[in-house]
């Protein structure tokens, strides 16, 4: 039953005007926050066969993005 959930998640949108996640207008598919068309669908990431491997990945990830505020 899990999987069957994991499987209506909706698909997530960038806002080009607003430059942010959104939520969008259906059937219109324009922005819920401002109304614009200029959206993207975002891809959803692949699941990866070794969840070891992309915790580390995503420590060094964010270890480079703190890096860049010192």
């Given at each position: 039953?899990?999987?069957a959930t994991?499987?209506r998640?909706?698909?997530?949108?960038f806002c080009h005007?607003?430059?942010?996640v959104?939520?969008?207008n259906?059937?219109?598919?324009?922005?819920?926050?401002?109304?614009?068309?200029?959206?993207?669908?975002?891809e959803?990431?692949?699941p990866s066969s070794s969840s070891?491997v992309h915790?580390?990945?995503?420590?060094?990830?964010i270890s480079?993005?703190?890096?860049?505020?010192?």
């Amino acid at each position: 039953m899990a999987e069957a959930t994991l499987e209506r998640q909706p698909n997530t949108f960038f806002c080009h005007q607003c430059m942010r996640v959104v939520v969008i207008n259906i059937p219109a598919y324009t922005c819920s926050r401002c109304n614009s068309g200029f959206i993207e669908e975002l891809e959803r990431p692949q699941p990866s066969s070794s969840s070891s491997v992309h915790t580390s990945d995503t420590a060094a990830q964010i270890s480079q993005v703190c890096e860049l505020f010192k």
